[in-house]
């Protein structure tokens, strides 16, 4: 599984950005999506999830409520609309998949690279 995110960047707080990841490689609706972000001097943290078929999500506290996450099977794209952003939410943010065989909040074994996103006061 090959992962391509894009649409990082800088904004100021309470903007928006939405960030996309394509995935090829492997038949897209049989994964789970995953975004997942790593503050520098920080563990990597859990953004949000999305199973195979698109009827569960699962987002970090710290983003619940301002985040949302969507695919579009047809496109193999998976999105995170990012809205009422603060400057704790600057990261790297790395998308992710793992075959639906597992359970969508469980590991992920498929990582794109990092897209950076700042956001300043």
């Known amino acids: 599984v090959q992962l391509q995110a894009s649409g990082g960047g800088s904004v100021q707080a309470g903007g928006s950005l939405r960030l996309s990841c394509e995935a090829s490689?492997?038949?897209?609706?049989?994964?789970?999506m995953g975004w997942f972000r790593q503050a520098p001097g920080k563990e990597r943290e859990l953004v949000a999830v999305?199973?195979?078929?698109?009827?569960?999500?699962y987002y970090g506290n710290s983003v619940r409520g301002r985040f949302t996450i969507s695919r579009d099977n047809a496109k193999n794209t998976v999105y995170l609309q990012m809205n009422s952003l603060k400057p704790e939410d600057t990261a790297v943010y790395y998308c992710?998949?793992?075959?639906?065989?597992?359970?969508?909040?469980?590991?992920?074994?498929?990582w794109g690279q990092g897209t950076l996103v700042t956001v300043s006061s």
């Open positions: 999305i199973n195979y078929s698109d009827t569960n999500t």
């Open positions: 992710a998949a793992q075959y639906a065989t597992s359970w969508y909040r469980g590991r992920y074994d498929y």
């Open positions: 490689g492997s038949t897209f609706s049989n994964l789970h």
